[in-house]
């Protein structure tokens, strides 16, 4: 199995700076044939189901903000929040998607400082 | 707008039985691969089987195959998921999500339901 781990568990950033979570996998989920990574971030607020953020690893899903961006390849990514906004307090899980079974990571908590 | 509904939750003991229902409105059902996702309390997200949109095919995590079976109905736009022999290790938040693309092998989660909890005790 693809084993997601994310990096911090949680992190307390001041409104309107940077947040930067961490995902690696265990092996790589970039396929070769069509130059593409499985991989896609979620969001959870408290008490809610989760929302796709981003797919592809950087393709934004429609109606989510600009501030959020996903970055990386192979093994290694990166969702940045740019400019933390009160609303974006929630845990935030990657998933990869290149093969069975389907594997999150552990959510990194956000919280504001 | 696209809803799904879980519904079936509830306390049950050890080794016994339970069937979840997902009730989907809102899209072409029958054009969906769709999901079951499950969150214990205080956790991560798992991923538990996924269902082809013709239901043609099944997939399993490791931890629920040979005790818990997906099926559907689209003629009733609704899903299910059978679980038996459950164990306290099952007690979580089940949720049901959709596959973002239509008969795709592309398993992302665009929409989800709100969740239903399983309780597995004695």
């Known amino acids: 199995d693809f084993v997601m781990t994310q990096s911090p568990d949680s992190l307390a950033v001041s409104l309107g700076e940077r947040a930067t979570i961490n995902c690696k996998s265990s092996?790589?989920?970039?396929?070769?044939?069509?130059?593409?990574?499985?991989l896609a971030w979620y969001q959870q607020k408290p008490g809610q189901p989760p929302k796709l953020l981003i797919y592809w690893a950087s393709t934004r899903e429609s109606g989510v903000p600009d501030r959020f961006s996903g970055s990386g390849s192979g093994t290694d990514f990166t969702l940045t929040i740019s400019s933390l906004q009160a609303e974006d307090v929630a845990v935030y899980h990657c998933q990869q998607y290149y093969t069975s079974p389907l594997t999150f990571g552990g959510g990194t908590k956000v919280e504001i400082k | 707008q696209v809803q799904l509904v879980e519904s079936g939750g509830g306390v049950v003991q050890p080794g016994r039985s339970l069937r979840l229902s997902c009730a989907a409105s809102?899209?072409?059902?029958?054009?969906?691969?769709m999901h079951w996702v499950r969150q214990a309390p205080g956790k991560g997200l798992e991923w538990v089987a996924l269902?082809?949109?013709?239901?043609?095919?099944?997939y399993y995590a490791d931890s629920v195959r040979g005790r818990f079976t997906i099926s559907r109905d689209n003629s009733k736009n609704t899903f299910y998921l059978q679980m038996n022999s459950l164990t306290t290790e099952d007690t979580s938040v089940y949720y049901c999500?959709?596959?973002?693309?239509?008969?795709?092998?592309?398993?992302?989660?665009?929409?989800w339901g709100q969740g239903i909890l399983v309780t597995v005790s004695s």
């Open positions: 999500a959709r596959d973002r693309d239509r008969r795709s092998s592309i398993h992302v989660f665009d929409y």
């Open positions: 809102g899209f072409t059902f029958s054009s969906h691969a």
């Open positions: 092996q790589s989920v970039l396929y070769r044939p069509n130059n593409k990574n499985y």
């Open positions: 269902i082809s949109y013709d239901g043609s095919n099944a």
